[in-house]
């Protein structure tokens, strides 16, 4: 037969635990990683922006610059047609978070976005091929008929705007050749003497109209009849652009001019994040506040006249800054403390009303019994000397017997001697019920033995 081995039983290395108090601690701790995760935004932020070149692509990286050293990374998408950002924006399958849109007042009024601040004001340029000018220069968007116009592709946000003031001034493709090209196209063809006229909307400082205004093959017209196109469309507002801003040697443009401009929006799409939110608005803060060819320094970035939806968190960057959480703590943690300190706040008062409500409860109980032990010695008194409880301090004893019942059941013995004295009708019934108190005084756990 085989021997038989005793088989000892291994040494058990980790404490028993009951298993429902191993559930509800996991339970509890994946709430909270789940309370933590669920506030935190998504780290990639996709800006709509324009063409290559184009203001609103060179803001878009300089907000890129800004932003990605905060633990984002920024993408920034060109776009011809800068019309359709605020559609975009509105359609959650672009997954667009910010773009740029124009206060038109004629626009996409039903786009679900919200309007982060004016930015900028963007002139409307004319440059007028040098060689038509010898014999038809324009002085007013009706001088536009009969010629070649170029201007960006057909749904961006200049053309757009352009199509309104040219259909206004009885120009349009009955009387007037218009193409509408991507940019670099349109200006290399413009320069190529392919069109007789560029039509733009771009900032002031843009680089692409700096070079044309310096070129000596165009000119840069000052469109006339800015008086009466700003009250028929008041999306629009003039501006005047200072002498010789584009070179001061060569005194380009010669004079001050005055230009139509549009102002210039940052939109977000609905729910953006918090903690995103902040960091969007401090990038254009710092790149918006500075003085431009057309505004004082300070001017932008503003709360915004576009036709988006108001944010109270915008309204509040505008009136005070950045909240501190956002401007100081680690991301992370300041979306937990934006999301849940309100929450534990309110809690914490709720908590500390009922501590007070407490407090005041045994205060209040507190004070019946003393009134309790201040009728009973009164009445001890009375009865010593031999003289019958008065109406009066009966009923006062038999209010507190009543109320102190209420309050509180462990003081049974006192209130079975506020009851016998209450109900005592004479001398004799006053001083057996003095026996009976001094009795219970004389017993272990007696109702003053601890007096």
Same mark, same amino acid.
């Given at each position: 037969?085989?021997?038989?081995?005793?088989?000892?039983?291994?040494?058990?290395?980790?404490?028993?635990?009951?298993?429902?108090?191993?559930?509800?601690?996991?339970?509890?701790?994946?709430?909270?990683?789940?309370?933590?995760?669920?506030?935190?935004?998504?780290?990639?932020?996709?800006?709509?922006?324009?063409?290559?070149?184009?203001?609103?692509?060179?803001?878009?990286?300089?907000?890129?610059?800004?932003?990605?050293?905060?633990?984002?990374?920024?993408?920034?998408?060109?776009?011809?047609?800068?019309?359709?950002?605020?559609?975009?924006?509105?359609?959650?399958?672009?997954?667009?978070?910010?773009?740029?849109?124009?206060?038109?007042?004629?626009?996409?009024?039903?786009?679900?976005?919200?309007?982060?601040?004016?930015?900028?004001?963007?002139?409307?340029?004319?440059?007028?091929?040098?060689?038509?000018?010898?014999?038809?220069?324009?002085?007013?968007?009706?001088?536009?008929?009969?010629?070649?116009?170029?201007?960006?592709?057909?749904?961006?946000?200049?053309?757009?705007?352009?199509?309104?003031?040219?259909?206004?001034?009885?120009?349009?493709?009955?009387?007037?050749?218009?193409?509408?090209?991507?940019?670099?196209?349109?200006?290399?063809?413009?320069?190529?003497?392919?069109?007789?006229?560029?039509?733009?909307?771009?900032?002031?400082?843009?680089?692409?109209?700096?070079?044309?205004?310096?070129?000596?093959?165009?000119?840069?017209?000052?469109?006339?009849?800015?008086?009466?196109?700003?009250?028929?469309?008041?999306?629009?507002?003039?501006?005047?652009?200072?002498?010789?801003?584009?070179?001061?040697?060569?005194?380009?443009?010669?004079?001050?001019?005055?230009?139509?401009?549009?102002?210039?929006?940052? =939109? !977000? $799409?609905?729910? #953006?994040?918090? *903690?995103?939110?902040? /960091?969007?608005?401090?990038?254009?803060?710092?790149? %918006?506040?500075?003085?431009?060819?057309?505004?004082?320094?300070?001017?932008?970035?503003?709360?915004?006249?576009?036709?988006?939806?108001?944010?109270?968190?915008?309204?509040?960057?505008?009136?005070?800054?950045?909240?501190?959480?956002?401007?100081?703590?680690?991301?992370?943690?300041?979306?937990?403390?934006?999301?849940?300190?309100?929450?534990?706040?309110?809690?914490?008062?709720?908590?500390?009303?009922?501590?007070?409500?407490?407090?005041?409860?045994?205060?209040?109980?507190?004070?019946?019994?003393? =009134? !309790? $032990?201040?009728? #009973?010695?009164? *009445?001890?008194?009375? /009865?010593?000397?031999?003289?019958?409880?008065?109406? %009066?301090?009966?009923?006062?004893?038999?209010?507190?017997?009543?109320?102190?019942?209420?309050?509180?059941?462990?003081?049974?013995?006192?209130?079975?001697?506020?009851?016998?004295?209450?109900?005592?009708?004479?001398?004799?019934?006053?001083?057996?019920?003095?026996?009976?108190?001094?009795?219970?005084?004389?017993?272990?756990?007696?109702?003053?033995?601890?007096?």
């Amino acid at each position: 037969m085989r021997p038989i081995v005793a088989i000892t039983p291994m040494p058990r290395i980790l404490p028993r635990m009951k298993i429902p108090h191993a559930l509800v601690t996991v339970a509890l701790l994946g709430l909270l990683l789940y309370a933590v995760w669920r506030v935190q935004p998504s780290r990639h932020i996709r800006i709509a922006a324009g063409p290559v070149g184009g203001t609103f692509y060179e803001a878009a990286e300089r907000y890129k610059r800004l932003i990605e050293p905060m633990g984002y990374r920024v993408t920034v998408v060109a776009l011809d047609d800068t019309d359709e950002i605020g559609a975009k924006l509105s359609d959650e399958r672009q997954r667009f978070d910010i773009g740029f849109v124009a206060d038109d007042r004629q626009g996409q009024r039903d786009a679900d976005w919200t309007s982060l601040g004016d930015i900028q004001l963007q002139s409307i340029f004319i440059f007028e091929n040098r060689r038509a000018a010898t014999t038809k220069p324009i002085r007013s968007f009706v001088d536009l008929q009969g010629m070649t116009v170029v201007m960006p592709p057909l749904h961006s946000l200049t053309s757009r705007t352009l199509l309104h003031i040219l259909a206004a001034s009885g120009v349009g493709p009955a009387n007037a050749r218009i193409s509408f090209l991507p940019m670099n196209e349109a200006l290399a063809r413009l320069k190529r003497g392919e069109f007789d006229v560029g039509l733009f909307i771009l900032g002031a400082d843009s680089a692409l109209m700096a070079g044309l205004a310096k070129d000596p093959d165009f000119v840069m017209v000052e469109i006339g009849q800015r008086d009466a196109i700003v009250s028929r469309m008041p999306y629009l507002t003039k501006a005047t652009l200072p002498a010789g801003i584009y070179d001061l040697k060569g005194n380009v443009p010669p004079r001050d001019m005055g230009v139509l401009a549009l102002t210039i929006s940052v =939109a !977000a $799409r609905p729910r #953006l994040p918090p *903690a995103t939110t902040y /960091a969007v608005l401090a990038a254009m803060r710092e790149v %918006h506040r500075a003085s431009g060819y057309l505004n004082a320094p300070g001017t932008f970035p503003r709360p915004s006249g576009a036709s988006g939806d108001a944010d109270e968190r915008v309204d509040r960057f505008y009136r005070s800054g950045e909240p501190w959480i956002f401007a100081h703590l680690p991301l992370a943690l300041a979306c937990v403390v934006d999301a849940y300190l309100a929450p534990i706040l309110a809690l914490l008062f709720v908590t500390n009303a009922f501590k007070v409500v407490s407090e005041f409860q045994q205060i209040r109980l507190f004070a019946k019994v003393s =009134a !309790a $032990r201040t009728a #009973l010695w009164w *009445a001890r008194r009375r /009865a010593k000397r031999g003289h019958a409880l008065t109406a %009066h301090l009966r009923k006062v004893m038999a209010g507190l017997a009543g109320s102190i019942a209420r309050e509180d059941r462990t003081v049974r013995d006192l209130l079975d001697e506020l009851r016998r004295l209450s109900h005592a009708q004479h001398g004799s019934g006053a001083r057996a019920a003095l026996d009976h108190i001094e009795t219970l005084d004389g017993q272990p756990g007696g109702p003053h033995e601890n007096r």
